[in-house]
Protein backbone atom coordinates (compact mmCIF):
# COMPACT_ATOMS: atom_id res chain seq x y z
CA UNK A 1 0.00 0.00 0.00
CA UNK A 2 1.62 3.36 -0.83
CA UNK A 3 1.82 5.36 2.46
CA UNK A 4 3.04 8.43 0.91
CA UNK A 5 0.91 11.17 2.20
CA UNK A 6 -0.31 9.91 4.98
CA UNK A 7 0.35 9.34 8.65
CA UNK A 8 1.09 5.39 8.14
CA UNK A 9 4.32 5.67 8.00
CA UNK A 10 7.04 4.61 11.00
CA UNK A 11 9.95 6.71 11.89
CA UNK A 12 13.09 5.37 13.12
CA UNK A 13 13.96 5.58 16.84
CA UNK A 14 17.46 6.70 15.52
CA UNK A 15 16.09 9.67 13.17
CA UNK A 16 13.95 10.86 16.51
CA UNK A 17 16.84 10.75 18.51
CA UNK A 18 18.34 12.97 16.12
CA UNK A 19 15.30 15.60 15.96
CA UNK A 20 14.97 15.41 19.81
CA UNK A 21 19.06 16.18 19.61
CA UNK A 22 17.95 19.49 17.50
CA UNK A 23 19.51 18.37 14.04
CA UNK A 24 17.89 20.50 11.32
CA UNK A 25 18.78 17.57 8.99
CA UNK A 26 16.61 14.80 10.91
CA UNK A 27 13.87 17.53 10.65
CA UNK A 28 14.03 18.00 7.24
CA UNK A 29 13.78 13.97 6.41
CA UNK A 30 10.49 14.05 8.58
CA UNK A 31 9.22 17.04 7.31
CA UNK A 32 10.00 15.78 3.92
CA UNK A 33 8.38 12.40 4.69
CA UNK A 34 5.20 13.61 6.15
CA UNK A 35 4.72 16.85 4.04
CA UNK A 36 1.64 15.84 2.52
CA UNK A 37 0.14 13.84 5.02
CA UNK A 38 0.12 17.07 7.04
CA UNK A 39 -0.85 19.67 4.29
CA UNK A 40 -3.75 17.10 3.71
CA UNK A 41 -4.64 16.89 7.28
CA UNK A 42 -4.48 20.85 8.02
CA UNK A 43 -6.71 21.48 4.44
CA UNK A 44 -8.98 19.05 4.85
CA UNK A 45 -9.89 20.36 8.58
CA UNK A 46 -9.59 24.29 7.65
CA UNK A 47 -10.98 23.86 3.88
CA UNK A 48 -8.44 26.68 3.25
CA UNK A 49 -4.96 26.57 1.49
CA UNK A 50 -3.58 29.92 3.29
CA UNK A 51 -4.98 28.86 6.54
CA UNK A 52 -3.76 24.83 5.66
CA UNK A 53 -0.20 26.56 4.98
CA UNK A 54 -0.29 28.25 8.14
CA UNK A 55 -1.47 24.98 10.10
CA UNK A 56 1.43 23.00 8.45
CA UNK A 57 4.26 25.44 9.53
CA UNK A 58 3.11 26.00 12.75
CA UNK A 59 2.64 22.43 13.77
CA UNK A 60 5.82 21.33 12.32
CA UNK A 61 7.33 24.11 13.86
CA UNK A 62 5.99 22.51 17.50
CA UNK A 63 7.10 19.40 16.55
CA UNK A 64 10.77 20.24 16.29
CA UNK A 65 10.88 22.24 19.72
CA UNK A 66 9.05 19.84 21.50
CA UNK A 67 10.64 17.17 20.00
CA UNK A 68 11.82 16.51 23.62
CA UNK A 69 8.26 16.14 24.63
CA UNK A 70 8.04 13.12 22.62
CA UNK A 71 7.97 9.96 25.04
CA UNK A 72 8.01 6.97 22.63
CA UNK A 73 4.78 5.48 23.72
CA UNK A 74 2.77 6.02 20.86
CA UNK A 75 4.39 5.97 16.88
CA UNK A 76 5.97 9.22 16.39
CA UNK A 77 3.15 9.97 13.18
CA UNK A 78 0.84 9.73 15.74
CA UNK A 79 2.03 12.54 17.90
CA UNK A 80 2.61 14.01 14.81
CA UNK A 81 -0.47 13.80 13.17
CA UNK A 82 -2.09 15.17 16.38
CA UNK A 83 -0.27 18.31 16.45
CA UNK A 84 -1.29 18.81 12.90
CA UNK A 85 -4.91 18.57 14.09
CA UNK A 86 -4.71 20.50 17.30
CA UNK A 87 -3.17 23.22 15.19
CA UNK A 88 -5.73 23.05 12.27
CA UNK A 89 -8.96 23.54 15.16
CA UNK A 90 -6.37 26.16 17.08
CA UNK A 91 -7.18 28.27 13.76
CA UNK A 92 -10.31 27.65 13.29
CA UNK A 93 -11.21 28.78 16.68
CA UNK A 94 -9.09 31.41 16.38
CA UNK A 95 -10.33 32.31 12.90
CA UNK A 96 -13.80 31.45 11.97
CA UNK A 97 -15.02 28.31 14.38
CA UNK A 98 -17.85 30.78 15.90
CA UNK A 99 -19.53 31.23 12.56
CA UNK A 100 -21.23 27.88 12.88
CA UNK A 101 -24.10 27.62 10.32
CA UNK A 102 -27.31 26.58 12.15
CA UNK A 103 -28.91 23.66 9.76
CA UNK A 104 -32.63 22.76 9.12
CA UNK A 105 -33.07 20.76 12.59
CA UNK A 106 -35.10 17.98 10.32
CA UNK A 107 -33.46 14.78 10.26
CA UNK A 108 -32.09 13.03 7.37
CA UNK A 109 -33.49 10.56 5.45
CA UNK A 110 -31.53 7.10 6.66
CA UNK A 111 -33.24 5.49 3.57
CA UNK A 112 -31.60 7.03 1.10
CA UNK A 113 -28.81 6.09 -0.80
CA UNK A 114 -25.27 7.27 0.04
CA UNK A 115 -24.75 9.84 -2.74
CA UNK A 116 -20.58 10.02 -1.93
CA UNK A 117 -20.73 6.41 -3.16
CA UNK A 118 -20.72 7.63 -6.58
CA UNK A 119 -19.34 11.17 -6.85
CA UNK A 120 -15.84 11.12 -7.63
CA UNK A 121 -13.23 12.42 -5.50
CA UNK A 122 -13.25 16.06 -6.86
CA UNK A 123 -17.12 16.27 -6.72
CA UNK A 124 -16.66 15.27 -2.83
CA UNK A 125 -13.87 17.67 -2.45
CA UNK A 126 -15.61 20.50 -3.55
CA UNK A 127 -18.97 19.26 -1.58
CA UNK A 128 -16.87 18.82 1.57
CA UNK A 129 -15.00 22.43 0.93
CA UNK A 130 -18.70 23.68 1.16
CA UNK A 131 -19.47 22.44 4.35
CA UNK A 132 -19.49 24.92 7.41
CA UNK A 133 -15.96 24.97 9.09
CA UNK A 134 -17.14 22.85 12.33
CA UNK A 135 -19.14 20.44 10.38
CA UNK A 136 -16.45 19.32 8.38
CA UNK A 137 -13.41 19.36 10.99
CA UNK A 138 -16.03 16.80 12.98
CA UNK A 139 -16.57 14.78 9.68
CA UNK A 140 -13.32 14.35 9.02
CA UNK A 141 -11.98 13.51 12.73
CA UNK A 142 -14.42 11.23 13.24
CA UNK A 143 -14.58 9.18 9.93
CA UNK A 144 -11.03 9.74 8.78
CA UNK A 145 -9.34 10.06 11.41
CA UNK A 146 -10.89 8.05 14.14
CA UNK A 147 -12.19 10.11 16.70
CA UNK A 148 -14.84 9.25 19.02
CA UNK A 149 -17.44 11.84 20.08
CA UNK A 150 -16.01 12.13 23.08
CA UNK A 151 -12.60 13.20 21.87
CA UNK A 152 -14.05 15.45 19.19
CA UNK A 153 -16.01 17.27 22.23
CA UNK A 154 -12.88 17.87 24.04
CA UNK A 155 -11.03 19.37 20.74
CA UNK A 156 -13.39 21.43 20.21
CA UNK A 157 -14.35 22.42 24.43
CA UNK A 158 -17.74 21.27 24.02
CA UNK A 159 -19.96 18.34 24.46
CA UNK A 160 -20.64 15.15 22.91
CA UNK A 161 -23.50 16.45 21.70
CA UNK A 162 -22.34 18.80 20.01
CA UNK A 163 -20.21 16.69 18.12
CA UNK A 164 -22.99 14.57 17.17
CA UNK A 165 -25.10 16.92 15.67
CA UNK A 166 -22.50 18.64 13.92
CA UNK A 167 -21.84 15.06 12.62
CA UNK A 168 -25.00 14.26 11.72
CA UNK A 169 -25.78 18.29 10.03
CA UNK A 170 -22.68 17.76 8.11
CA UNK A 171 -24.01 14.42 6.79
CA UNK A 172 -27.05 15.44 6.05
CA UNK A 173 -25.57 18.51 4.30
CA UNK A 174 -23.06 16.51 2.50
CA UNK A 175 -26.19 14.44 0.72
CA UNK A 176 -27.63 17.72 -0.14
CA UNK A 177 -25.01 19.00 -1.90
CA UNK A 178 -23.62 16.17 -3.86
CA UNK A 179 -27.12 14.68 -4.61
CA UNK A 180 -27.57 16.43 -7.82
CA UNK A 181 -24.13 16.54 -8.70
CA UNK A 182 -24.91 12.82 -8.45
CA UNK A 183 -27.90 12.70 -10.96
CA UNK A 184 -26.89 15.64 -12.90
CA UNK A 185 -23.12 16.26 -13.76
CA UNK A 186 -21.13 13.06 -12.44
CA UNK A 187 -17.39 13.23 -12.88
CA UNK A 188 -17.03 16.39 -14.43
CA UNK A 189 -16.11 18.90 -11.81
CA UNK A 190 -12.21 19.46 -11.77
CA UNK A 191 -10.41 20.72 -8.29
CA UNK A 192 -6.95 22.61 -7.92
CA UNK A 193 -6.62 21.31 -4.22
CA UNK A 194 -5.71 17.83 -5.19
CA UNK A 195 -2.60 16.41 -6.68
CA UNK B 1 -36.91 -2.35 11.82
CA UNK B 2 -34.58 -0.67 14.19
CA UNK B 3 -31.83 -3.27 13.36
CA UNK B 4 -32.11 -2.59 9.62
CA UNK B 5 -32.24 1.01 9.93
CA UNK B 6 -28.91 0.68 11.84
CA UNK B 7 -27.35 -1.34 9.63
CA UNK B 8 -27.91 1.17 7.31
CA UNK B 9 -26.66 3.90 8.86
CA UNK B 10 -23.68 1.74 9.73
CA UNK B 11 -23.25 1.19 6.35
CA UNK B 12 -24.05 4.65 5.14
CA UNK B 13 -21.45 5.61 7.77
CA UNK B 14 -18.64 2.83 6.42
CA UNK B 15 -19.21 4.34 2.63
CA UNK B 16 -18.87 7.77 3.75
CA UNK B 17 -15.85 7.11 6.00
CA UNK B 18 -14.34 5.14 2.45
CA UNK B 19 -14.90 7.56 0.28
CA UNK B 20 -13.69 10.69 2.50
CA UNK B 21 -10.48 8.43 2.95
CA UNK B 22 -10.19 7.47 -1.14
CA UNK B 23 -9.37 11.29 -1.62
CA UNK B 24 -6.21 11.91 -2.82
CA UNK B 25 -3.97 13.22 -0.36
CA UNK B 26 -2.66 17.33 -1.39
CA UNK B 27 0.37 18.51 -2.35
CA UNK B 28 1.37 22.30 -1.14
CA UNK B 29 1.34 24.67 -3.26
CA UNK B 30 5.03 25.73 -2.50
CA UNK B 31 7.55 24.03 -0.20
CA UNK B 32 7.62 25.57 2.78
CA UNK B 33 10.57 24.03 3.69
CA UNK B 34 12.89 27.05 3.21
CA UNK B 35 10.85 29.43 5.32
CA UNK B 36 10.13 26.60 8.46
CA UNK B 37 14.16 26.26 8.39
CA UNK B 38 14.38 29.88 8.46
CA UNK B 39 12.02 30.12 11.55
CA UNK B 40 13.94 27.62 13.33
CA UNK B 41 17.04 29.12 13.19
CA UNK B 42 15.66 32.77 13.65
CA UNK B 43 14.34 31.36 16.90
CA UNK B 44 17.23 29.40 17.47
CA UNK B 45 19.26 33.03 17.33
CA UNK B 46 16.21 34.90 19.24
CA UNK B 47 16.18 32.28 22.20
CA UNK B 48 20.28 32.34 22.55
CA UNK B 49 20.34 35.96 22.72
CA UNK B 50 17.32 36.17 25.33
CA UNK B 51 19.25 33.13 27.54
CA UNK B 52 22.22 35.25 27.32
CA UNK B 53 21.22 38.97 27.75
CA UNK B 54 18.09 38.27 30.47
CA UNK B 55 20.42 36.68 33.25
CA UNK B 56 22.79 39.38 33.14
CA UNK B 57 20.34 42.35 32.34
CA UNK B 58 18.34 40.19 35.31
CA UNK B 59 21.32 40.61 37.32
CA UNK B 60 22.44 44.69 37.36
CA UNK B 61 18.19 44.96 37.81
CA UNK B 62 18.97 42.94 40.98
CA UNK B 63 22.25 44.87 42.20
CA UNK B 64 20.61 47.95 41.27
CA UNK B 65 17.58 47.55 43.68
CA UNK B 66 19.53 46.08 46.27
CA UNK B 67 22.25 48.90 46.33
CA UNK B 68 19.33 51.70 45.69
CA UNK B 69 17.93 52.18 49.55
CA UNK B 70 21.73 52.26 50.08
CA UNK B 71 22.52 54.98 47.46
CA UNK B 72 20.11 56.86 48.59
CA UNK B 73 21.01 56.68 52.33
CA UNK B 74 24.09 57.98 51.24
CA UNK B 75 23.27 60.97 49.19
CA UNK B 76 20.53 61.75 51.38
CA UNK B 77 20.57 64.85 52.96
CA UNK B 78 21.44 65.62 56.63
CA UNK B 79 21.00 68.72 54.48
CA UNK B 80 21.85 71.93 56.10
CA UNK B 81 24.94 70.17 58.48
CA UNK B 82 26.49 68.36 55.29
CA UNK B 83 25.75 71.22 52.97
CA UNK B 84 27.12 73.24 55.18
CA UNK B 85 29.88 70.73 55.69
CA UNK B 86 30.58 70.28 52.18
CA UNK B 87 30.49 74.34 51.62
CA UNK B 88 33.28 75.00 54.56
CA UNK B 89 35.53 72.69 53.23
CA UNK B 90 34.87 72.31 49.58
CA UNK B 91 36.88 68.85 49.98
CA UNK B 92 33.96 66.16 50.61
CA UNK B 93 33.99 63.19 48.48
CA UNK B 94 30.62 63.44 47.04
CA UNK B 95 29.99 59.18 47.84
CA UNK B 96 32.23 58.16 44.95
CA UNK B 97 31.91 54.61 45.09
CA UNK B 98 28.03 55.14 44.70
CA UNK B 99 28.41 57.04 41.23
CA UNK B 100 31.13 54.53 40.58
CA UNK B 101 28.68 51.64 41.36
CA UNK B 102 26.44 53.22 39.65
CA UNK B 103 28.65 54.61 36.14
CA UNK B 104 29.34 50.54 35.93
CA UNK B 105 25.58 49.57 36.09
CA UNK B 106 24.98 51.70 33.42
CA UNK B 107 27.35 50.85 30.77
CA UNK B 108 26.89 47.03 31.46
CA UNK B 109 22.90 48.28 30.37
CA UNK B 110 24.33 50.31 27.69
CA UNK B 111 26.41 47.34 26.15
CA UNK B 112 23.13 45.11 26.49
CA UNK B 113 21.20 47.75 24.79
CA UNK B 114 23.69 47.85 22.14
CA UNK B 115 24.19 44.07 21.86
CA UNK B 116 20.61 44.21 21.14
CA UNK B 117 20.49 46.84 18.72
CA UNK B 118 23.30 45.74 16.96
CA UNK B 119 22.14 41.66 16.61
CA UNK B 120 18.51 41.85 17.79
CA UNK B 121 15.41 41.44 15.72
CA UNK B 122 14.09 45.01 13.80
CA UNK B 123 11.78 47.30 15.67
CA UNK B 124 8.40 48.27 14.24
CA UNK B 125 7.94 52.27 13.36
CA UNK B 126 6.27 52.41 16.80
CA UNK B 127 9.17 50.97 18.92
CA UNK B 128 11.39 52.71 16.95
CA UNK B 129 9.56 56.88 17.64
CA UNK B 130 9.81 55.18 21.00
CA UNK B 131 13.70 53.75 20.82
CA UNK B 132 14.61 57.23 19.39
CA UNK B 133 12.37 59.40 21.86
CA UNK B 134 14.37 57.11 24.69
CA UNK B 135 18.12 57.85 22.99
CA UNK B 136 16.78 61.41 23.02
CA UNK B 137 16.20 61.55 26.94
CA UNK B 138 19.82 59.40 27.42
CA UNK B 139 21.11 62.44 25.40
CA UNK B 140 19.51 65.10 27.75
CA UNK B 141 20.57 63.06 31.14
CA UNK B 142 23.96 62.93 29.35
CA UNK B 143 24.28 66.77 28.98
CA UNK B 144 22.98 67.51 32.44
CA UNK B 145 25.42 65.00 33.89
CA UNK B 146 28.59 66.83 32.15
CA UNK B 147 27.07 69.72 33.79
CA UNK B 148 26.08 68.31 37.38
CA UNK B 149 28.25 69.07 40.25
CA UNK B 150 26.17 68.24 43.23
CA UNK B 151 26.42 64.76 44.16
CA UNK B 152 22.99 64.19 44.45
CA UNK B 153 22.18 65.35 41.57
CA UNK B 154 24.60 63.33 39.75
CA UNK B 155 23.77 59.70 41.60
CA UNK B 156 19.69 60.81 40.31
CA UNK B 157 21.09 61.38 37.02
CA UNK B 158 22.70 58.11 36.65
CA UNK B 159 19.85 56.46 38.34
CA UNK B 160 17.27 57.91 35.52
CA UNK B 161 19.95 57.29 32.63
CA UNK B 162 19.88 53.30 34.03
CA UNK B 163 16.09 53.17 34.26
CA UNK B 164 15.78 54.72 30.60
CA UNK B 165 18.78 52.21 29.47
CA UNK B 166 16.35 49.63 30.74
CA UNK B 167 13.11 50.95 29.05
CA UNK B 168 15.40 51.00 25.81
CA UNK B 169 16.55 47.33 26.73
CA UNK B 170 13.07 45.90 27.21
CA UNK B 171 11.64 47.81 23.64
CA UNK B 172 14.29 45.87 21.92
CA UNK B 173 13.26 42.47 23.95
CA UNK B 174 9.45 43.22 22.41
CA UNK B 175 9.67 41.53 19.16
CA UNK B 176 10.67 38.51 20.89
CA UNK B 177 8.28 37.76 23.46
CA UNK B 178 5.79 38.90 20.91
CA UNK B 179 6.54 36.26 18.62
CA UNK B 180 7.03 33.65 21.48
CA UNK B 181 3.62 34.38 22.98
CA UNK B 182 0.63 32.31 22.16
CA UNK B 183 -2.46 32.10 23.87
CA UNK B 184 -2.21 29.62 26.69
CA UNK B 185 -5.73 28.67 25.86
CA UNK B 186 -4.00 26.86 23.15
CA UNK B 187 -1.48 24.60 25.92
CA UNK B 188 -3.78 22.08 26.39
CA UNK B 189 -4.74 20.63 22.70
CA UNK B 190 -1.10 19.59 22.72
CA UNK B 191 -1.12 16.39 24.70
CA UNK B 192 0.13 13.52 23.86
Known sequence: ?195 | MHDRLDHHRMTGDASLAAALRALPASTPARDAWPELASRIRRRRVVRKAVWFTLPAAFAAGMALTLAWPHLQRSTASPAPVRVAMQSSSHATPPAAPDIDALQASSQQWQAWVQTLDRDGAPLDGRQLTQAVALQDRIGLVDLQLSAARNPSTTVGLWQQRITLLQQLGLLHLQPYLVATQRPASHDHLISM
Open chain 1, 1 to 195: MDTQGTFRQTVEPALVRRLQRGELAAFETIYRRFERAAWTLALRLTGRADVAQEVLQDAMLKAFERARQFRGDAPFAAWLRKLVVNEALMQLRHDRLHVIELFDETHADDDAPAPWAHADSATLDRALNRLPDAARAVLWLYHVEGYTHLEIAEQFGRSTSFSKSQLARATKRLRELLAPQAEDTPCTIGSTTTA
